[in-house]
């Protein structure tokens, strides 16, 4: 039986879980932005002076992000093929209902409407994740290398 209140807290959960992917978003383009400072300088000084550019650097600038943008891709189609699934089953159900050759009852249309209304929720429930798990690794790269990156140009430089 479709219980109101756990329905609503579960929208509410969805509801935290979308800002939090929000706030990661940001926080995401915010070290994006930190890291392509510090990189457009390491590049400039590795043109300048090739001997002491920092190369092992220059050099994690593409696997990172093919190793990043292959993860939140990975974690996308998981998700659109889960997805798919899902409504593939309620396609199946639908129209085994709609091939029984009569109207359906009070008591079937009462169990549709929960299943349709379970469905939705769950669909939610799945996009908020699809959300959460495709920005995961974009952020944690990002933000990591923008620490990293950000203790690097605070040091003073020793090659000098």
């Known amino acids: 039986m479709l219980d109101p209140f756990d329905a609503w807290n579960r929208l509410v959960a969805v509801q935290g879980s979308m800002a939090r992917t929000g ?3 940001a926080q995401t383009m915010s070290a994006a932005n930190e890291v ?3 990189r457009t300088a390491l590049a400039s000084s590795a043109l300048h002076s090739p001997v002491r550019g920092d190369h092992s650097e220059l050099a994690r600038m593409v696997p990172e992000k093919v190793a990043a943008f292959s993860s939140a891709g990975s974690a996308g189609v998981s998700a659109w093929w889960a997805a798919q699934s899902a409504w593939g089953s309620e396609i199946q159900h639908l129209s085994a209902l709609a091939m029984r050759g009569r109207p359906l009852t009070a008591m079937e249309l009462s169990e549709l409407g929960e299943r349709m209304f379970s469905y939705g929720l769950k669909s939610i429930e799945a996009a908020a994740r699809l959300g959460a798990a495709t ?3 974009v952020h ?7 620490r990293r990156l950000g203790r690097k140009t ?3 430089n020793r090659n000098r």
């Open 140 to 146: 944690q790269k990002a933000t990591s290398n923008a």
């Open 36 to 38: 392509v400072i510090a």
């Open 23 to 25: 706030l990661r978003m």
């Open 135 to 137: 920005v995961a690794p």
């Open 154 to 156: 605070s040091q003073p």
